[in-house]
């Protein structure tokens, strides 16, 4: 058992602009789980896509069994033993569940007796499964068992699982627990990729954390507690905020008890969350990736409807009306997916821009776009933003990610939102157009507006916000003054709102 | 109106013959389709079929010639609608509809030379014993050897589609071309092959059109059967069974309209003539109305493999 299983040493891998993996070793054991942490962007996908062959790595080697590794496409890794379970799924919905099986096999036996090893291998694992159902009917749960059968029946001695949990129900996770704990006494080693810190202490033998595309470390996850784990995973870098004396004026955005069952399957119900933002004040709100930040934010800009009395603007309960009313009584949003969501893709900028901005800058007369006023309000939003574009009249889809950024929260900024709410206003975006935006949500603030940011980046939330709050599974902590926080208390707060009173003890 | 003078078995012999040409191309549409190709361009290789299959068949004196050279025509066509949709991704609605514009312009400008002419036509192929059976040798067992062709691709693509693993990727290409790429098929490949299939179907139907069903070439002698075949893939619910079905219901009300036409029922003509459209529509969307709708999902999307 001393030679490991997967042994990678000196991994890198650089795109354009960003070092995805740096210099990245460790080692994995036969039969064990081992946890790959981090926050989103660390290098967690780029990493596995390198062990799974779809990624060729600039530098370093990978040996397994001690034998030099260097599989050139996913199906060299799955000769080598390697079978990957995908975050986003690769099934057929009209295809039955047998079917689905049988296309990701390099040579699947005759349907019958791939049904009954369907079965045999779906009740040794505790896998329900029918082979005959169509998988367009399957829950997401079951959809995953599919793709994991479908490894399984392959014999892996390393499966890959990206971020399993995200789709599953609490019942459907233990499930999948049970399963990879009798996989590993198999002897099948399991490399687990998540952010999920109670989950990884509870499943994994031995966690390797990644942060910026460094591995900052190595642990024993059942040894360490989810406030260590989240120390390691942020890091120190970040600088102390310091208090900022503001005056603070009414409150313009009042959130009471806001509870909303999840969208879909996928999503994550709002438990009773509620919270206040007073005239220039910036409002962080932080968490893991999927926690409800997606949304918070639907409910607040009206894309769903909340009970009456849940939402409050301006004194005025806005719970019941949709997104345009509420834009023009001066509530704001700008959504996390820049395209499809924030921005049509296939319109201009001056069509984009009506689209949001159409009657609180009174683009419309009479019914009519006045297309005069609609391409001096982009070429506005363009200059004032720096938005770097050949034209007002070009295509969303053609600008790079940070510049339709800086014109998606640009275009809301303009016009000067009594509340504005951003979700990951930075995401993807260069240093210096995030220092950009985020010195415009600072200013909107200071000119007496009401900012909620929605962010998975501590550092930026710690630089724009006055109070600071975290969402955990839908839910709300308690929210603090930024002034005097220290990142152990940030990490219980992300952790969930129950360590909260020891939190308050230590401090 | 003299309903006695339609005699039963010659009923349902004439039927076969009359629904070979659109089932030939529905079948071969049905599978473009399952491969998550719309070509839209059925009646334009149809003609294209008819002429070619007609000329050739007029100047070797070989039926049966006549029927490779329009399947290889069609397929030619479907080439090109193939090469512009796959490879230069252009859009399969307004190809296809332009294949059938070019298809109806070339047959005109290829059958010019051969309006009026006869042509050898295919002879009846008696399956012994069974042909001698009273009452159903002759309305079952005693035609020509295309309907029979048909017939057994029906069954054949019946059989690929569910049983094989060739069958299986097809469908599964057709479902989700992303997915299937990205466990390594070849999307493009296997959906070319599927249109050339299609594309030679279609000639096939055109040929039977010319060289059996009429047999003659008149310009414009398809007159919509690419589009009843296009229309009865969809009603089918793209299954095998039932554009059997659809296509047999289309060409037994138009025999049967004709004979009511000649007994001369106390209904309006143009009536009768429009009810082997309006009847296989109608009953193929009762049918379809019921069950789930199975369209592949990716049916009429460009792929590229952009990774």
Known sequence: MDTPLLSISGLTKAYPGVVANDDVSFDIKPGEIHALLGENGAGKSTLVKMIYGLVTPDKGEMRMNGAPFAPGKPSEARQSGVAMVFQHFSLFDALDVAENVALGMENPPPMRDLARQIREVSETYGLPLDPSRTVGTLSAGERQRVEIIRCLLQDPRLLIMDEPTSVLTPQEVDILFQTLNKLRSEGTSILYISHKLEEIRALCDHATVLRLGKNVGTCTPSQRTAREMAEMMVGNSFAAPEARAKALGEILLSVKGLTLPAPGSFGTPLRGISFDVRAGEVLGLGGVAGNGQDELLAAISGERLSDGGSITLKGEDVSRKGPTERREAGLLSGPEERLGHAAAPDMSLIENGVLTAARRMGLLSNGFIGWGKARSFAEEVIERFDVRTPGPGTAARALSGGNLQKFVVGREIVQAPDVLIVNQPTWGVDAAAAAFIRQSILDLAAKGSAVVVISQDLDELMEVSDRFGALNEGRLSQIRDVAGLDIEQIGLMMGGASDMEVAHGAA | ?307
């Not at chain 2, 299939?197 to 070439?217: E, I, K, T």
């Open chain 2, 1 to 307: 109106m003299d309903l006695s003078s339609i005699n039963p078995v010659l009923l349902i012999a004439s039927l076969m013959v009359s629904a070979t040409p659109i089932l030939l191309a529905a079948i071969g549409e049905m599978v473009v389709e399952k491969s998550g190709v719309l070509n839209l361009g059925v009646e334009g290789m149809m003609i294209t079929g008819a002429v070619v299959g007609f000329a050739i068949a007029v100047n070797t004196g070989s039926p049966g010639w006549g029927f490779v050279a329009a399947a290889l025509a069609g397929a030619a066509l479907s080439l090109a609608f193939g090469v512009l949709t796959q490879f230069l991704l252009s859009n399969q609605v307004a190809t296809g509809l332009g294949l059938t514009l070019v298809g109806l312009g070339l047959s005109s400008l290829i059958g010019k030379p051969y309006e009026g002419l006869k042509t050898p036509t295919l002879p009846k192929a008696e399956i012994p014993l069974l042909s001698d059976l009273p009452v159903f040798g002759k309305m079952l067992f005693s035609h020509d050897i295309m309907v029979y062709v048909s017939l057994i691709l029906v069954a054949a693509v019946w059989a690929f589609l569910k049983y094989t693993r060739a069958g299986l990727i097809l469908r599964a290409v057709g479902e989700s071309h992303d997915s299937a790429h990205a466990l390594g098929y070849k999307v493009t490949r296997i959906r070319m092959a599927a249109i050339l299939f299609g594309g030679a179907c279609a000639g096939l139907g055109g040929a039977y059109l010319s060289l059996v069903r009429v047999p003659q070439w008149t310009e414009g002698m398809t007159a919509g059967a690419g589009w009843i075949a296009l229309a009865i893939v969809v009603f089918a619910s793209w299954r095998a069974g039932r554009v059997l079905v659809g296509a047999y219901l289309f060409g037994g009300v138009t025999v049967l309209q004709l004979n009511l036409q000649a007994a001369g029922a106390d209904v309006p003509v143009a009536l009768l003539s429009a009810s082997p459209y309006l009847i296989t529509i109608i009953v193929l969307v009762i049918i379809s109305a019921r069950g789930a709708h199975a369209a592949p999902a990716s049916l009429g999307r460009s792929f590229h493999a952009s990774h």
